[in-house]
């Protein structure tokens, strides 16, 4: 069975700074994320450009290479470091980092991994589903000041206040783990395998397109992939649209962004019944 795919930037014309991209038997969404405007880094390059030569490298590594998918992701991140190590200052904080959900069909058994905030639901057969994702992050972020509401001067200083703490807990032990510039935070990603015939369907998320469910509870889980099921990715991107623009100002949701890029990959693995 084929895989249905979406990946939309939050607002149309800008830069996606997603990637989401599927081969015969691996699944991959990378989610980058960068140092606010203004904040000097020792990169030159977009988190749109990281997130994409992350999502590519690692599909290739996934889909050649049978070793453990941290080790594929691992390897993934030590390319990236070569794409820009001439050019770049791969020392200093602020280089571009990703969130990272992955899976590979390995004979019989879905394999997957989640770094940091990306989704990832394994919709298993009799029973609720499983959903793998790193609540570390979202612990830092609870310690953190609520942010003001959005388009705001105070929302701006916030954002940027929050984003400079955050760094502070990046890559370090007790914080939380993303794909950046050291390989070894693949280690800290959360894998596991699961056999095929327990499986209805496996769904990918970046966090823009897990939000109706983790950050809005419009829906729960099983609702999330009733969507997925019926309409594909791109129903659920289109709905989440729907609900962010019923928010405008984040009044009812406190969030970053009023619309979030959000990438959603769907797999099924047996026949509706
Ligand atoms: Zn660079």
């Known amino acids: 069975m084929s895989a249905l795919i979406a990946s939309e930037p939050g607002t149309p014309g800008r830069d996606n700074e997603d990637f989401a991209a599927v081969s015969s038997d691996v699944l991959v969404v990378v989610d980058g994320a960068g140092a606010p405007r203004g904040t000097a880094t020792g990169c ?24 453990g998918l941290a080790e594929a992701l691992a390897v993934a991140i030590d390319r990236v470091n070569a794409l820009h190590a001439d050019t770049c200052d791969l020392t200093r904080p602020g280089s571009p ?20 905030d990306a ?25 953190l000041d609520e942010l003001p509401p959005l388009g705001t001067d105070a929302h701006t200083a ?17 914080g939380f783990w993303v794909a950046s510039t050291q390989p070894g935070a693949a280690a800290e990603a959360l894998t596991g395998s699961t056999p095929l015939d327990e499986l209805n369907a496996v769904a990918l998320l970046s ?21 997925l099921r ?5 129903a659920l991107i289109q709905r989440t649209r729907r ?3 019923d928010d ?26």
């Open 44 to 67: 030159r390059h977009s988190v749109a450009w990281y997130a994409r030569n992350l999502g590519g490298l690692l599909l290739a590594a996934a889909t050649d290479d049978r070793s």
């Open 97 to 116: 980092s990703a969130t990272v959900a992955l899976a590979r069909i390995a004979g019989d058994r879905l394999e997957h991994l989640v770094l940091s």
């Open 119 to 143: 989704v990832l639901l394994l919709d298993r057969v009799g029973a609720p589903p499983r959903v793998v994702t790193d609540g570390r992050l979202a612990d830092v972020v609870a310690k």
């Open 158 to 174: 916030g954002l940027r206040s929050r984003v400079e703490q955050l760094a502070a807990h990046r890559n370090q032990p007790g």
């Open 207 to 227: 966090d823009g397109a897990s939000r109706l469910a983790d950050r809005f509870a419009l829906l729960d889980w099983p609702g999330l992939l009733g969507v």
């Open 230 to 234: 019926d309409g594909g990715p791109d």
């Open 243 to 245: 609900a962010e623009a």
């Open 248 to 273: 405008p100002d984040g009044s009812r949701w406190p969030r970053g962004k009023a619309s979030d890029d959000a990438s959603a990959i769907y797999r099924r693995f047996r026949e509706l019944l």
